[in-house]
């Protein structure tokens, strides 16, 4: 069976400081990979996805950026935090076929930038 | 621009009853529309999606019903237990695109 793998749990970190945040998938090949915020009470806001190694696509312009360096491994990373960076980060992933859909979610990371 | 709007009040009912949770969007022509339960702290699992093709979709104790001519679509729990409270966010995509809409969700308390 497919399993994906979020970590840390939980961060907290100082406004200017660096991010990296990481997924990994297992169970499955060629995965469609994700990155998403979740605000509290507000929807899921996509921040990248990725089809392939070395393929990112980004939704929304930012500091943050994306990396995929092997098949089934996702980063998330930041050089300067701000303020506005905390929240609720989830890692997902989908089926070649299945492109934006029937998403299969990690744990999540609770990111709060003080 | 694309909006989902779920109904931010939580919902509240007994258990046994059927639970009916409400998903309306707008400036959007959906080619599927899902439902996910996200508990609190931890991310979303999916549960149904239904293509605009469709009218109804059951599995187990849920059902889903997609309106196109509302841009609606009606989730509904039957039978509901304490285990069924969580929130159920509501989702749209085109097809393949990549970028899914989420709504904010809806809270579900059911009490024993």
């Known amino acids: 069976s497919q399993t994906i793998h979020q970590w840390p749990a939980t961060l907290v970190q100082p406004v200017g400081s660096p991010l990296s945040l990481e997924c990994t998938v297992e169970g499955t090949s060629n995965p469609n990979l994700y990155w998403y915020r979740q605000a509290a009470g507000r929807g899921l806001q996509l921040l990248f996805y990725s089809v392939g190694i070395g393929q990112i696509s980004s939704e929304v312009p930012q500091n943050l950026s994306a990396s995929r360096p092997q098949d089934r491994q996702f980063i998330l990373s930041s050089k300067k935090l701000l303020l506005s960076d905390s929240g609720f980060y989830l890692c997902a992933w989908s089926t070649p076929r299945d492109r934006g859909h029937e998403q299969y979610f990690g744990p999540g990371t609770r990111l709060t930038v003080t | 621009s694309q909006k989902i709007e779920q109904n931010s009040e939580a919902l509240n009912i007994q258990e046994g009853k059927t639970a009916t949770l409400t998903c309306n969007y707008t400036n959007y022509s959906p080619a599927y529309l899902q439902w996910y339960r996200q508990d609190p702290g931890r991310g979303p699992v999916f549960l149904l999606l239904?293509?605009?093709?469709?009218k109804e979709k059951r599995k187990e104790r849920l059902k889903v019903t997609f309106d196109t001519t509302l841009k609606q679509s009606l989730f509904h729990i039957t039978a509901s237990q304490p285990a069924d409270s969580a929130t159920y966010l509501c989702a749209l995509g085109a097809t393949g695109g990549f970028k899914t809409i989420f709504g904010a969700g809806t809270r579900l308390f059911v009490k024993a």
């Open positions: 239904i293509r605009e093709n469709e």
